[in-house]
């Protein structure tokens, strides 16, 4: 898989695609991330990427041409199979979402800054808008970091034992289990009996009961069918 994001801030998804998971990925050559900078396609000797809002009010908003020239570039080199576009008004992030997106091959990530972007990108360009959530952050950085983080750990031979992705929270709509290790008894408190006999199928049944109760006392919703 390859994504290409683009942003006016690079250097604040360094530290996310250069760590554990994603580095092992990405050397394994399983996932290629390529960051642009946007202001390198800025407009004059200013590299201009923001401007003023019509109609007046607050805020900066990003510009068409920069966007525009350098989605048009990668369009011209690949076909993208979505031009992502991390916003709070979009549709939020699901676990359903990136299994779907963890199948695709390119995909673009377009990064908002100061006010957003410039409506017109959304119309000609965008293909799914996606919010991690209903809060407002200063960048879409982080959001798109959390993005590739997720699809990164779905490609198959990224991590180490590869079911393990399966059996994580919202996989079929479940929370996970609870999760115990060494010691086994720690001042007191014991781990359930169950996990120490051995007994595999046993422990099975007991993981998905205990899936199961927690995502009725904390998650009911999940359970509601058609999410
Ligand atoms: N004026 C906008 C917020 C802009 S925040 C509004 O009221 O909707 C600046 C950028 O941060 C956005 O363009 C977007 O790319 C990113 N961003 C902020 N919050 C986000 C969220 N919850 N999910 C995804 N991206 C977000």
Redesign the pocket.
């Not at 576009?85 to 979009?90: C, K, V």
């Not at 991690?132 to 200063?138: A, C, F, N, R, T």
């Given at each position: 898989m390859r994504i290409d994001i683009i942003s006016a801030v690079p250097d604040l998804l360094i530290s996310p695609l250069s760590h554990s998971i994603l580095k092992r990925a990405q050397k394994k050559n399983l996932l290629k991330v390529v960051v642009h900078n946007l202001r390198d396609y800025g407009l004059g000797k200013h590299q201009q990427i923001d401007d003023y809002q019509f109609g007046g009010g607050s805020?900066m908003v990003m510009m068409i041409e920069p966007i525009a020239t350098l989605i048009n570039k990668l369009k011209g080199d690949r076909h993208y199979d979505e031009i992502i576009?991390?916003?709070?008004?979009?549709h939020q992030l699901s676990q359903g979402e990136c299994n779907y997106l963890s199948l695709k091959k390119n995909l673009i990530i377009?990064?908002?800054?100061?006010?957003?972007?410039d409506e017109r990108i959304r119309d000609i360009f965008v293909t799914k808008e996606?919010?991690?959530?209903?809060?407002?952050?200063?960048?879409?950085e982080l959001?798109a970091a959390i993005l590739v983080d997720t699809l990164g750990r779905l490609i198959p031979g990224v991590l180490n034992d590869e079911s393990s992705a399966l059996f994580d929270s919202f996989q079929d709509n479940l929370l996970s289990a609870p999760i115990y290790t060494r010691p086994a008894d720690y001042k007191g408190h014991k781990i359930p009996d169950i996990l120490l006999s051995g007994h595999k199928k046993k422990i099975e049944d007991w993981r998905d009961e205990q899936a199961y109760l927690r995502t009725k006392e904390r998650r009911p919703d999940l359970l509601d069918d058609n999410r």
């Open positions: 805020g576009y991390m916003t709070p008004d979009g377009l990064c908002g800054h100061y006010k957003g972007i996606i919010s991690i959530g209903d809060y407002v952050l200063s960048g879409g959001p």
